[in-house]
Structures are given as structure tokens and as C-alpha cells.
């Protein structure tokens, strides 16, 4: 995808009715955020990347990312699974880095198909049966999935494909799998923004469009937060589902194109 050319006159380079339609994005993705506790990225950076260019997408994802993540952090951190949810979102900050130097290296065609193959991968991971009541991963699959979501924030801006499936494969509540991811996710912006404010590529212009559409995603984000209570467990379990088989589809679409 490439960025259409844009009005210098206009307010960040971006026409008004563009920066509309940003933020009209921006609040659908972190509804999806507020309700499932993961997706903003996936729906949100490909929808920006027809405004702004790619790369540019990229980093406005990670920077909403960063400035959404505080919000309601106490209850978050109470609720999450912090025995897994800490090891894997440090060690997704530890290698978030990588994946934005990888990026840096790896021709366009062969992100591309990098992307969908592990969009297509979650969402194929989701489906399969569940771990047993009382399961408890071991070290190997937390610090995997911790490796892999920080290498997709840095290459994508995409933490979620390797650590939804980890959460919603258990036999958690809901609130429990919900807040993990969130915590994690908090946890990769900022490694995202550092890394991203170290290769130059996180710019003045990028942090004022964040704080722009920080009113509707913050908007966005409490009222699917608002819903996730009222939506029974096994109906926020196939909206999760949904969401991943959605981002895995557009993934396979732009590839082809």
C-alpha cells in the first residue's frame, strides 16, 4: 500500500477530511480494543497506510499503542495473569529491536508474506482445541511467545497473533485473558516507541497525529469497554476468533495485490 499524496497547506501535511477519516478509524480499532483487549494494531495500521505511508503507519500504531496503554493500567495489572504476562511482555521488549532491524533488511514482498503467514497462523492457532483445565505453560512456550510478539511489534506493530492464541487456548476467565494481553501490549509500545525514536524513524509530525486521535481512541476504548462485561464468555471468545480470521483475510488480500 502506498501513502496518497497529501496537501502541504493542510494541518500535519494531512487534508481535514483525511485526518476525519482517521479518526473515525481510530475509534472502530480501539472499540475492537476495548471490547477483545487486542486488534487496534492489526485493523488499524493497514487503514492508516492508505493515508499516510506504510512505515508511517507503523509508528503511529506503536505511538497509540503507548498512549492508550496507561489508561486503566491499575486494573489491568490487577486482573492480568502476571506470572506469564510479565516474563512475556519484557521479553517482547528485549526483542522488539530485532524485529524493526529485520524490517529494515527484509525485502517488501517478503514481509508481506512473512505478515500473513503468522496473521494466518493465529487465527488457524485459535481455533485449536483448548489446553486442559488447569494447564500452565512452561518457560519454553512463555519466552517464545514473548520473543515472537516483539519481533512482530517491531516488524508490524502487530504484538497479538503469537500472544492471543497463548491466552485464549486456556481455560482463563475472560477479564484474566483480556488484562494480560493489554499489560503486554503496554509493554511493547514502549519498547516500540524507544526503538522506534533510536532508528530516526519516530518523528514530531507522528507524535502530534497520535495526540490527535488520542480523543477518539480513548472514546473508542471505553465504550467497548464498557460492553465487555455484558458479552458472555463463549460470545467474546468467537468475536476474538472473528477479529483474527478478519486480519488473517486482509492479510492474504494484500498479498495477492
Known amino acids: 500500500m502506498r501513502g496518497r499524496p497529501i496537501a502541504s497547506h493542510s494541518l500535519l501535511g494531512v487534508a481535514p477530511l483525511t485526518l476525519l477519516g482517521a479518526a473515525a478509524m481510530t475509534f472502530a480499532a480501539a472499540y475492537v480494543r476495548g471490547l477483545t483487549g487486542f486488534g487496534m494494531a492489526i485493523i488499524l495500521v493497514p487503514l492508516l497506510g492508505l493515508i499516510i505511508p506504510p512505515a508511517q ?7 497509540l499503542q503507548l498512549l492508550i496503554g496507561p489508561v486503566g493500567i491499575g486494573l489491568i495489572h490487577a486482573d492480568a495473569d502476571r506470572a506469564t504476562a510479565i516474563p ?15 524490517l529494515d533488511v527484509t525485502r517488501p514482498d517478503v514481509a508481506r508474506l512473512l505478515i500473513t503467514a503468522v496473521a494466518v497462523g493465529a487465527f488457524v492457532a485459535v481455533l485449536l482445541p483448548k489446553q ?17 510478539s516483539g519481533l512482530l511489534t517491531g516488524f508490524a506493530a502487530m504484538p497479538g497473533p503469537p500472544v492471543v492464541p497463548f491466552y485464549l487456548r486456556r481455560s482463563l476467565d475472560p477479564k484474566v485473558s483480556r488484562a494480560s494481553m493489554l499489560l503486554i501490549f503496554f509493554l511493547t509500545a514502549i519498547a516500540g516507541t524507544l526503538a522506534a525514536l533510536w532508528v530516526g524513524i519516530a518523528t514530531a509530525r507522528l507524535f502530534l497525529f497520535a495526540l490527535l486521535l488520542f480523543p477518539p481512541m480513548w472514546l473508542g476504548n471505553r465504550v467497548g469497554g464498557g460492553h465487555f462485561g455484558r458479552v458472555p464468555p463463549h460470545v467474546w471468545q468467537a468475536m476474538v476468533a472473528v477479529v483474527l480470521g478478519l486480519a488473517a483475510i486482509s492479510a492474504v488480500v494484500r498479498l495477492i495485490d
Open 57 to 63: 503507519a507503523v509508528v503511529l500504531g506503536i505511538l
Open 88 to 102: 512475556i511482555g519484557l521479553t517482547a521488549m528485549a526483542t522488539t529491536p530485532l524485529g524493526m532491524a529485520v
Open 132 to 148: 486442559p483445565e488447569g494447564h500452565r505453560p512452561g518457560r519454553g512456550a512463555v519466552f517464545g511467545t514473548g520473543i515472537a
